[in-house]
């Protein structure tokens, strides 16, 4: 009798267990269909009509001609924003910033604790609960003198990595909706402002 | 008996791990020299040369034409002529771009491509695999591409 039981209740366990595994072949397949490509693909190197719509959010033309001064400027703003300096390169109007931040979101760590218990009590195996928790924001500003109209271009760009509490990557993006861009370039009109106004 | 049983089985157990310890594969060196290719063949299809002396003026275009697909500059040496930069869309796509002096007339820009790792991901593993190879076709686009914005269009401009 206790024998009997025993082995409906294995039976029940491989039952749900084969289940879990079908549930996460068809999740997976549902994610695959979502996700972009994962491999190198040789069109992305190319240059599209996507290209220049985006170049113009990115992108504004300054009134002046003083490429450091405008140097100096995105720099304030960057730190202003929370970003720390990595790298500034001058002669070439580069300037390359990054900031980390938690990525913590309480739903997301609940449900993952939710699916962890679950996971646990139906394949008897201990599952450990797998969650964003950092995340590194990067920025390049990149000046460029307009000769022509007396100026100089500045182009921004965002990326970030987000990290789980594993320490694996979980996600890694392109930032920049059009709003941002627009934030950005209104804070640094702003900084070029003040700058030339406290010399 | 036991005795001489334990004595057997301290034997067997120093025959095992001197066993295992002649047994350690080494890891083989030749990762260093990874690419099947030629040397000459590896150049061509990561090098191209431009008729103009203008270092920075190419350096811009290279910085731009990494901006236009997506790339954040990771560092930039006028000096050395060399741009670092990583692609985040999709897969994580390093880029190393050297510009140098090919000769009185034409400077050469040089790019490497990796793909599936960054050093911006720390200790993170990802994606780090044999499958991850970069095709030549990439190079190719990727050189299309800093033509343009460096004899077609004006780096500033959108794109015609």
Redesign the interface.
């Known amino acids: 009798m206790i024998l009997e039981g025993a082995r409906a209740s294995t039976e029940r366990r491989d039952k749900y267990r084969s289940q879990l595994v079908i549930l996460w072949v068809v999740l997976c397949l549902f994610g695959l269909g979502g996700?972009?490509?994962?491999?190198?693909q040789?069109?992305?190197?190319?240059?599209t009509?996507e290209?220049?719509a985006?170049?113009?959010s990115?992108?504004r033309?300054f009134d002046t001609g003083n490429e450091a001064e405008v140097l100096v400027a995105v720099v304030a703003v960057l730190q202003d924003i929370g970003f720390l300096i990595?790298?500034s390169?001058t002669?070439?109007?580069?300037i390359?910033g990054s900031k980390e931040r938690s990525a913590i979101q309480p739903a997301e760590v609940a449900a993952s604790y939710t699916l962890a218990i679950v996971a646990t009590l139906l394949t008897g195996e201990a599952v450990d609960p797998v969650y964003a928790e950092r995340q590194?924001m990067?920025?390049?500003v990149?000046t460029?003198p307009?000769e022509e109209k007396n100026g100089t271009?500045v182009?921004v760009?965002?990326?970030?990595?987000v990290?789980t509490n594993k320490?694996?990557?979980s996600r890694?993006?392109?930032l920049g909706s059009d709003e941002i861009y627009q934030e950005f370039f209104a804070k640094l009109s702003k900084s070029l402002f003040l700058e030339a106004h406290s010399q | 008996m036991s005795r001489a049983r334990s004595v057997s089985a301290g034997i067997g157990v120093l025959v095992l791990a001197v066993l295992q310890a002649a047994c350690v594969v080494p890891m083989p060196e030749d990762a260093i020299f990874e690419d099947d290719a030629t040397q000459l063949q590896i150049r061509s299809i990561q090098s191209r040369e431009y008729e103009v002396t203008d270092r920075i003026r190419v350096m811009r275009a290279v910085i731009a034409t990494l901006l236009d697909l997506d790339f954040v500059i990771d560092e930039a040496d006028s000096d050395l002529g060399v741009i670092t930069a990583t692609r985040m869309s999709g897969y994580l796509l390093s880029a190393t771009v050297v510009v140098t002096e090919k000769d009185d007339a034409h400077l050469q820009v040089r790019a490497r491509l990796q793909t599936g790792w960054t050093p911006l991901a720390g200790t993170a593993v990802y994606e780090l695999h044999a499958s991850n190879t970069v095709p030549d076709e990439t190079y190719r686009e990727f050189f299309n591409s800093l033509g343009k914005n460096l004899f077609v269009t004006s780096l500033w401009n959108p794109l015609p």
């Open positions: 996700c972009t490509a994962t491999t190198v040789p069109e992305d190197m190319r240059l009509p290209t220049t985006k170049r113009q990115q992108m033309i990595d790298e390169e002669q070439l109007g580069v390359v590194t990067r920025v390049s990149v460029t307009v271009a182009r760009n965002f990326q970030r990595l990290f320490g694996n990557i890694k993006e392109v």
